[in-house]
């Protein structure tokens, strides 16, 4: 089959491209779309994080390219922005949590994660824990989580990454890690070094 990167579907452009790309691989339109909630200055880690998804093509949802929701942000419509965010959310099929000590200051994380919460698993009576999941960073990884946060699949360091990408994609790690869509944890220079505690 046609090997197909992760894209930004909050992107319009990657959006239609992706839509054209499964009228013909039915394999592609069923593959899962992971909302990306964080905080504003974790967008470098962020960015990171959604490209190492994309390398192991896994969809995601990124803010920053949604035109719609960046138009509302520098406009601070509140209303327009919480729409967005929702149909973002409503859109993706997990949730993908960056915590750092940041985060403990932001006003739309918690939104998202409740929002996630009743969305993607109340809403859908799905018991499957990788749903709506919680990425520690690397500043926060060994740290207690406010208690919102713990209602998640607590992932830590780049070997529980790996392992929730391999459950998500239904497709075994080490043949990802064969076909270098992912790296072991273990592999000295992981793109993820900066950014997860790789000790965990």
């Not at 993607?120 to 709506?132: F, G, P, Q, R, V």
Request: aromatic letters at 8%; hydrophobic letters at 35%.
């Amino acid at each position: 089959m046609k090997r197909i990167k992760g894209i930004n579907k909050a992107d319009a452009i990657q959006a239609l491209t992706f839509t054209l790309e499964t009228i013909n691989f039915t394999e592609i339109r069923n593959r899962p779309c992971v909302f990306l909630s964080h905080k504003k200055e974790d967008k470098p880690a962020c960015r990171t994080i959604a490209k190492y998804l994309s390398d192991a093509e896994i969809d995601y949802f990124l803010d920053e390219e949604s035109a719609e929701l960046q138009s509302a942000v520098f406009s601070g419509n509140a209303n327009k922005i919480t729409e967005n965010i929702k149909k973002g959310i409503a859109e993706s099929t997990h949730m993908l949590v960056l915590v750092s000590e940041k985060t403990y200051k932001s006003q739309w994380v918690p939104f998202e994660v409740g929002y996630g919460h009743s969305t993607i698993i109340e809403a859908t009576s799905n018991t499957d824990n990788s749903k709506l999941s919680i990425l520690t960073l690397k500043d926060i990884a060994e740290k207690e989580l406010p208690t919102f946060m713990q209602i998640g699949n607590i992932l830590k360091g780049t070997k529980s990454l790996n392992s929730y990408i391999s459950i998500i994609s239904n497709q075994l790690e080490k043949s990802m890690i064969n076909e270098t869509r992912m790296f072991s944890h273990y592999q000295l220079n992981h793109p993820l070094d900066n950014v997860l505690n790789w000790k965990l």
